[in-house]
Every structure is written in C-alpha cells, then in structure tokens.
C-alpha cells in the first residue's frame, strides 16, 4: 500500500528516550503536553510500544507496570494514564502503538494482495503504515499539536522502524512541523558528588546515527543542572544552552510541568514550531498543583495486593489515592503489603492503618491473605475498599464468615468449589485466546436510590471502565442482601452486580469495576474520595 498523504494542521513532537528505561519520559511527554494545552491549543499524546505483544493486556504488571484501559477496552499502557490524568481527556486505544499492531496490518493487507509485485520492506511499507497511524490520530483528533513518545531506549533493536518513522516525517514535513525532544539521564557519582554528562553525551550520538539530531534535551537527575551542566551538554549535543532541561526529581509528577515552564520548555517549542497560541493561563492547574504542596496531615492506607514489589503496578490506583487525600488537605502514604505473606495469625499488623484496599488481580496465588484482610476489615470496622478482584474476594470473604459458607470461592481460585459465589461470566466459557478477550471498557451502571453509592456518586446512572472474567453468582443474592451486603450497582442489563456495600460499617466498599482509571488530580473518583474521607475519620478516632 503506498502511504495515503493526509494532510493536516498538526504539528508533532516526537520524544526519544536515551540512557537507560524508567526516566520518566511519559511524564516528561504528558508534561509538555500539559504547557501546550494551558496555551490554548488541542494537544495529545501516543505512546509507541516496540514491543511484539498486540497490547499491554498479556504482561505481567510486575514486568511492565499496570495494565491501563481505555473506555473502548484498549489494554494500554501505563503512560496512556498519565495522558488522561496530564490532559483530563479520555483517550482511545488507538494512541499506544505497537510493533504487533503495524505488522499485523503490513502482513494482513500482503496477503490479500495489496502489495501484488513488491517485496514487502521495513522500508518504506512497515515505516509508511507506522506514519498513517500517527497521522490518523492527529487528524481523526483534530490536533493541533501530537506528543508522539518512543518506548524503550535509542539503540534498542525493536525501536528502530519507529525512530526511522519519524526521522522520515521530520525529511516529509520540515522543521516547523516537526520537533525532537530526547530525554536522558545524568548521574551524580554520590563519592565525587559531580553530575556526570557522558551518557547523554553518547545517547544524542546514537540518535545521530540513525539520523536524528535533537532540538531539545531534557535531562533527567537528582538535582537541578547547574549552568555549566547545561553549557557542556549542549556543546556535545549541538542544542542550543536554553534548550538544555532540568528534569530533576521532584515531591509529586504534578509539579514537572512547573519545573519545565520555568526554563521555558513551551516557549522553545511555540518558537521552533511556529505555533498560534492563546495567553499561558495557569488556572485550574494550579489549584491541582497547591494541592500537592501543602498538607495538613496524613493518612495512612494499606494495600494488600500480589504484585507490590513493583508499585507502578498499581499506578492508577495509587494516583487515585493521593487525588483523594490531596482534594482534602492530606498527604496520602501507601504501604504495600504482599498478601501472600499474610496469614490469620499476622493481621493485627492492618490495625496500624486507616483504612485498607484490595486492588486488581489474577489467580489463586495470594488469594487467601486477601481474603483474610477482607474480612478483618469488615471484622474490625477499619474503611475498605475493594477493586474487581477485591470485589470478588470480598464476596467470598463475606459467604464464608457470615453466610456459614465455609468452602465458597470464586471458581478462578478453586474449579471445584461447593459454593462458586464468584463464577466466569456465562459469554467467556467459549472463549480460548486469552489477549483482549476479558469484559472490557466502559459500561453503563444503574445506581440503586438511597444507598452509599448513590450518596457518593450523586446519580443513578455512571459509566466505569472493567476488566474481567468472573463476576457475582446471583443466585447467592438474596442470602447476601438478608445478612447486610447490599448490591447497590448493577449492569444496565440487570445481569452482573458491579458494587457492593455494607451499611452497617465505618465503610465498606467494592466495585466490580476500575474506578481508578477515571480518577484525575483536582478531581478525585468518588469511591475513593470517600474512602479516603472514612479512613480520615477513622485516623481521628483512633487518635
Ligand atoms: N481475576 C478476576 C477476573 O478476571 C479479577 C480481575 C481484575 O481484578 N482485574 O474477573
């Protein structure tokens, strides 16, 4: 297929990463992305994944951090969040590209003859379908302006056809319609105590080679670049010294836009790409921004999961947290509990917080201290919350310790189980391939009159995103809702209970969906709002 030229206004930013993974590139992205929105102009971002998944829905979250989900049921990838949050705008799973994506597309369209009498190259077909899907976007958005961030590190194998992508936009459409920003790392060496500017000095030259020079580099480091920092890089790098970023570390990834505005990051790039905007406002932002500055107290939430020994597996959630204590004037600490080493005789450790979440998660492994910290939770009056796994495993915990069903479980945990209270939802019993096969995306959910959810939410209709197998067996209802679990959210359908509540509690709370997802800075998930606002109380009675 020859590339099919769509011309358009917007302009892109493309965002290269050197030196080393976890710099925090998609913050730098959503960042800038951010300074360009306070201008007044329709701004987005991609995020191109190298990898050969099809998406991020097969990957261990301890592996490649939280699986994200988009409301059309994209698993994305985790900086497809910190888009939405940067942006307050709800993407779709056409912004995370991968390698799995554009091949499937090149190799479907050779078979059924749409190259006939070529030979089907990385260049130009792989390249030209990569170029249609940035350009797609932009146009189908209406952008002004697309932050297009590269996965991985300059030199990596899988990144190459991308990176060529867009040295060849750059060459299509010239230097004011295009921009490069690569993002390195400078270590300070903690016995000499000097920031050291080798590694980005070598990463610009890799990105050279293939044919890339940077027009701005921002430089990740533990302390603020100092001018002559600044002045060496940009002789080795050939960028101007105002075009040298500080990205030192910061208390919360709210306050980097902040710290690249101040260098003047958006007036670099307004300049470089001749771009019309309206007067900078900081104004709501910087509500948001206070927000995380100043704390009267703080709180404290447990989170018993099975993934914590990567907290980015819970990113979404976190941010959810820390959105809901900021709203309130408190600093919200988390501490990750692996609830495999959780037992019956180790629980009184869970009296130390406010209140306790139960996040997402797959498969009997750990299962059971999630079921013991459930019940503790209802037991001890201690405000819980509860996301999809935490929904169906507070479920069993509540069948087995106060419907007298000593063995129920959800059928994920144990096939056989006497009482499947959580079984597979009756459309996925067909269903083999396991990528992008769950109950995915957002649905629609009626809210039942004069319950704790419809306190919370304000209405009886909300729309959640989801992402599972296995829901609430109704014909346990009745026994449930006599002994005091009430189910107050249910599908639009009626088929699937999607909250359940405990009226007779601090606050005990869970969702079938991910209420996570839908939680931005300034503007909290109800959910968790009032989760953090019961685990205050709770932290004020108890002191
Ligand atoms: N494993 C459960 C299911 O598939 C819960 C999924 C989750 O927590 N996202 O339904």
Same mark, same amino acid.
């Given at each position: 297929?020859?590339?099919?030229?769509?011309?358009?206004?917007?302009?892109?930013?493309?965002?290269?990463?050197?030196?080393?993974?976890?710099?925090?590139?998609?913050?730098?992205?959503?960042?800038?992305?951010?300074?360009?929105?306070?201008?007044?102009?329709?701004?987005?971002?991609?995020?191109?994944?190298?990898?050969?998944?099809?998406?991020?829905?097969?990957?261990?979250?301890?592996?490649?951090?939280?699986?994200?989900?988009?409301?059309?049921?994209?698993?994305?990838?985790?900086?497809?969040?910190?888009?939405?949050?940067?942006?307050?705008? +709800?993407? /779709?799973?056409?912004?995370?590209? %991968?390698? $799995?994506?554009?091949?499937?597309? &090149?190799? =479907?369209?050779?078979? *059924?003859?749409?190259?006939?009498?070529?030979?089907?190259?990385?260049?130009?077909?792989?390249?030209?379908?990569?170029?249609?899907?940035?350009?797609?976007?932009?146009?189908?958005?209406?952008?002004?302006?697309?932050?297009?961030?590269?996965?991985?590190?300059?030199?990596?194998?899988?990144?190459?056809?991308?990176?060529?992508?867009?040295?060849?936009?750059?060459?299509?459409?010239?230097? +004011?319609? /295009?921009?490069?920003?690569?993002? %390195?790392? $400078?270590?300070?060496?903690?016995? &000499?105590? =000097?920031?050291?500017? *080798?590694?980005?000095?070598?990463?610009?030259?890799?990105?050279?080679?293939?044919?890339?020079?940077?027009?701005?580099?921002?430089?990740?480091?533990?302390?603020?670049?100092?001018?002559?920092?600044?002045?060496?890089?940009?002789?080795?790098?050939?960028?101007?010294?105002?075009?040298?970023?500080?990205?030192?570390?910061?208390t919360s990834?709210?306050?980097?836009?902040?710290?690249?505005?101040?260098?003047?990051?958006?007036?670099?790039?307004?300049?470089?790409?001749?771009?019309?905007?309206?007067?900078?406002?900081?104004?709501?932002?910087?509500?948001?921004?206070?927000s995380y500055k100043n704390f009267k107290n703080d709180v404290k939430i447990a989170m018993v999961g099975?993934y914590v020994k990567?907290a980015?597996s819970y990113v979404s959630i976190n941010h959810a947290l820390v959105h809901s204590g900021a709203k309130l004037g408190y600093k919200t600490n988390i501490d990750f509990i692996d609830s495999?080493l959780l037992?019956?005789?180790n629980l009184q450790s869970l009296n130390n917080y406010d209140g306790i979440l139960i996040p997402?998660?797959?498969?009997?492994?750990?299962?059971?201290g999630i079921?013991a910290a459930a019940n503790y939770a209802r037991v001890k009056n201690i405000p819980y919350l509860g996301i999809?796994?935490g929904?169906?495993?507070?479920?069993?915990?509540?069948?087995?310790?106060?419907?007298?069903?000593?063995?129920?479980?959800?059928?994920?945990?144990?096939?056989?189980?006497?009482?499947?209270?959580?079984?597979?939802?009756?459309?996925?019993?067909?269903?083999?391939?396991?990528?992008?096969?769950?109950?995915?995306?957002?649905?629609?959910?009626?809210?039942?009159?004069?319950?704790?959810?419809?306190?919370?939410?304000?209405?009886?209709?909300?729309?959640?995103?989801?992402?599972?197998?296995?829901?609430?067996?109704?014909?346990?209802?009745?026994?449930?809702?006599?002994?005091?679990?009430?189910?107050?959210?249910?599908?639009?359908?009626?088929?699937?209970?999607?909250?359940?509540?405990?009226?007779?509690h601090n606050f005990y709370f869970a969702?079938?969906?991910?209420a996570e997802?839908?939680s931005?800075?300034?503007?909290p998930e109800?959910a968790f709002l009032s989760f953090i606002e019961a685990s205050i109380k709770n932290k004020n009675v108890r002191s």
């Amino acid at each position: 297929m020859q590339e099919s030229e769509v011309v358009h206004k917007a302009k892109y930013i493309f965002v290269t990463g050197g030196v080393m993974s976890g710099l925090g590139k998609g913050i730098v992205a959503a960042s800038l992305a951010k300074l360009l929105q306070l201008c007044g102009l329709k701004v987005s971002c991609i995020k191109i994944d190298p990898y050969l998944n099809f998406d991020a829905g097969t990957m261990n979250p301890v592996m490649h951090g939280e699986v994200f989900v988009t409301n059309d049921g994209g698993e994305c990838d985790m900086d497809i969040g910190t888009y939405e949050r940067f942006l307050d705008t +709800d993407l /779709t799973k056409n912004h995370n590209i %991968t390698t $799995a994506q554009i091949y499937g597309k &090149v190799m =479907e369209l050779e078979r *059924k003859g749409g190259y006939l009498g070529q030979c089907v190259q990385i260049i130009p077909h792989i390249t030209d379908e990569i170029k249609n899907r940035i350009r797609t976007t932009a146009k189908s958005d209406d952008l002004d302006v697309l932050v297009v961030e590269c996965g991985g590190t300059v030199g990596d194998i899988e990144s190459l056809p991308f990176l060529e992508a867009m040295r060849q936009m750059r060459l299509q459409y010239g230097m +004011d319609k /295009t921009l490069f920003i690569h993002v %390195t790392l $400078a270590p300070v060496l903690d016995v &000499v105590g =000097e920031i050291k500017t *080798k590694p980005t000095q070598h990463s610009v030259q890799e990105l050279r080679r293939i044919g890339i020079q940077p027009d701005i580099i921002t430089v990740r480091s533990k302390v603020p670049l100092d001018a002559s920092t600044k002045r060496k890089i940009s002789l080795f790098a050939n960028v101007e010294e105002k075009d040298v970023i500080s990205s030192h570390d910061s208390t919360s990834i709210y306050t980097v836009p902040e710290i690249l505005e101040e260098q003047g990051i958006h007036i670099a790039i307004i300049r470089k790409l001749a771009l019309d905007t309206k007067p900078f406002r900081w104004g709501e932002w910087n509500g948001v921004l206070n927000s995380y500055k100043n704390f009267k107290n703080d709180v404290k939430i447990a989170m018993v999961g099975k993934y914590v020994k990567l907290a980015d597996s819970y990113v979404s959630i976190n941010h959810a947290l820390v959105h809901s204590g900021a709203k309130l004037g408190y600093k919200t600490n988390i501490d990750f509990i692996d609830s495999e080493l959780l037992e019956n005789d180790n629980l009184q450790s869970l009296n130390n917080y406010d209140g306790i979440l139960i996040p997402g998660g797959f498969g009997e492994r750990g299962s059971k201290g999630i079921i013991a910290a459930a019940n503790y939770a209802r037991v001890k009056n201690i405000p819980y919350l509860g996301i999809c796994f935490g929904f169906q495993l507070a479920v069993v915990a509540f069948a087995r310790y106060v419907c007298n069903l000593s063995n129920a479980s959800s059928t994920e945990i144990d096939p056989n189980t006497e009482d499947p209270v959580i079984y597979l939802l009756p459309e996925q019993s067909h269903i083999d391939n396991m990528g992008g096969t769950m109950r995915l995306g957002s649905h629609e959910i009626d809210v039942m009159p004069n319950t704790i959810a419809n306190k919370l939410y304000g209405s009886t209709k909300i729309e959640k995103r989801h992402r599972h197998r296995y829901e609430f067996n109704q014909e346990y209802r009745n026994r449930f809702e006599k002994l005091g679990m009430i189910f107050s959210g249910v599908s639009y359908d009626g088929s699937r209970m999607e909250i359940l509540e405990i009226p007779n509690h601090n606050f005990y709370f869970a969702v079938q969906y991910h209420a996570e997802f839908t939680s931005r800075p300034g503007k909290p998930e109800e959910a968790f709002l009032s989760f953090i606002e019961a685990s205050i109380k709770n932290k004020n009675v108890r002191s």
